[in-house]
């Protein structure tokens, strides 16, 4: 069975930019979850989607967004990317028990 | 406001002695927890959860251990080996048919040979 895939994995952009990120999870899980893991920091949680709703989320500013697809394929959209957006980008996806399997992440740097 | 905190960054144990994580929350509300290990360049991996009505959860070298009173969770890895070096993550969920996890800081464990 295929685990969380995340694309791209690494990821330079320049400050004022815009970067989409994707995630496929696992086959059969409904529900996505993003993270954001910063040095120091842990893991924030962006937002959580299930069929294709936003059920949750975190304390990020507008320029974050999401969504999902009727596949359960995600994707995350940072607009007007700041230096301090670089961090490690996770998705997580849950079947519906409350472990939740993570993808591998995607290094977003901003330059 | 930090609702889930683990106090210590890093921890070093020797190959074979037991290793204890702490993790500390503020919401009574949180109705599971769960221990996360991440490698570098690795998204974090599942390890052990407790439910909030019990009080201790073994999954062979690994237990999870609840104090609610103190709102105090522990990990421990008995017997640690060299392998479990990495950063461990300590997380509540409140499952309201949602899952949005509140993640401590993590503590870095270091098993030395």
């Known amino acids: 069975k295929a685990g969380v895939t995340q694309t791209p994995r690494y990821l330079i952009k320049t400050r004022g930019q815009q970067v989409t990120l994707s995630c496929s999870p696992i086959?059969?899980?409904?529900?996505v979850s993003w993270y954001q893991q910063t040095p120091g920091q842990g893991l924030q949680f962006l937002f959580e989607?299930?069929?294709?709703?936003?059920?949750n989320k975190g304390n990020f500013p507008g320029r974050f967004s999401g969504r999902q697809f009727s596949n359960s394929r995600s994707e995350m959209n940072v607009s007007t990317l700041e230096l301090g957006d670089s961090a490690l980008y996770l998705c997580a996806s849950s079947l519906g028990s409350p472990e939740a399997f993570f993808g591998q992440g995607t290094r977003l740097t901003v330059v | 406001d930090q609702q889930v905190k683990q106090n210590s960054p890093s921890l070093s144990v020797q190959e074979g002695r037991i290793s204890i994580l702490n993790c500390d929350y503020t919401n009574s509300m949180f109705d599971y927890f769960l221990w996360y290990k991440k490698y570098p360049a690795e998204g974090p991996t599942f390890l052990i959860s407790i439910s909030s009505i019990k009080d201790k959860n073994e999954d062979g070298r690994f237990t999870v251990f609840l104090n609610k009173s103190a709102k105090h969770l522990s990990l421990h890895i008995v017997p640690s080996q060299p392998g479990d070096s990495a950063v461990y993550f300590c997380a509540a969920e409140t499952t309201s048919g949602t899952y949005k996890y509140i993640f401590g800081t993590g503590t870095r464990l270091k098993v030395l040979a």
């Open positions: 086959s059969g899980h409904r529900s």
């Open positions: 989607y299930f069929s294709e709703t936003q059920r």
